[in-house]
């Protein structure tokens, strides 16, 4: 049988007001959508002065209200959380959803809200070094009665977590990095995702971290990898491309970077095989961003007439 393949959703989170997120997870929950994200930034997405909710703060309120959705960040890098409160945060969090968070890493990139926050930005390969350090305190806290660590940049002395999580949380790193990342992915991880700003070098990323799991003694079907994307889908051809025109001025070359030639768009029809093509590549998740002011409307015509196409793996 073949891999199921899983289906995220983000969720309305820079300048939109909670009512628009509650709906907006209510309704993706009820859709049948197996993952709702957000990201985690402390400031909004360019500039430092747009609206934006604290990440695990509005998973907690969405785990609250929702019943089987799973639920992530795309992502949270190293520095924003002493690694072993995030543990019990995450804990906390999995006990509320019974059973259903997904830990998200990343390196973090957005200097300005780290340092307008008094946070370290460390080097590049520092802020990679934290992860792997958060990695380890994550995993050690939710299975051993207390830990101690001595790491470069986290300490921990006999430190407890309980409760433990329902289960222990999934751990998602994302990035494109193919040689430290992407160790620490197959090290660590039970998902990696591939970065909108990446997805047109999947086939290559994907190659590479087959590499490093033939390196270090890793089964590649062990790993899930999801691609981060924006979805434009609309019931008509001249829809599709006059969203997708909008969607490109507006995304540039982050969310909509190659949108045209590798990403997903177009009728549900089109969708299905832009998809298809993912999968064939050896993607098995996707972290969708619909492209609209209310999500949840191309989030229905993607339930109705794109998820009954994948619905014998899932």
Known sequence: MANPIHFGVTLPQIKRSWAEARDAALEFDRLGYDSVWVCDHMYGVPMPNLPIFEAWSQLAAVAAITERVQLGTLVTPPFFRNPAV???QVATIDHVSNGRTIVGLGAG???????GYGLPF?????RLRGIEETCEILTRLWTEPSVTFEGKHFQLKDAV???KPVRRPPILIGGGGEKI??????KYAQMWNNLAAFQHELPQKIAALRRRCDELGRDFAEIEVSQQCTVVIAATDDEATAALAKAS????GHMGAAIEEHGIWGTPAQVVERIERHVKLGCTGFVIEFFGRDTREPARLFAEQVLPAFAAGR
């Open 86 to 88: 995030f543990a019990k």
């Open 109 to 115: 990139w957005f200097d300005s809200e780290f340092t």
């Open 122 to 126: 460390p080097s590049t390969r520092e």
């Open 161 to 163: 977590c309980e409760p």
């Open 181 to 186: 990342l992407m160790g620490l992915v197959v």
């Open 249 to 252: 001025r507006i995304y540039g």
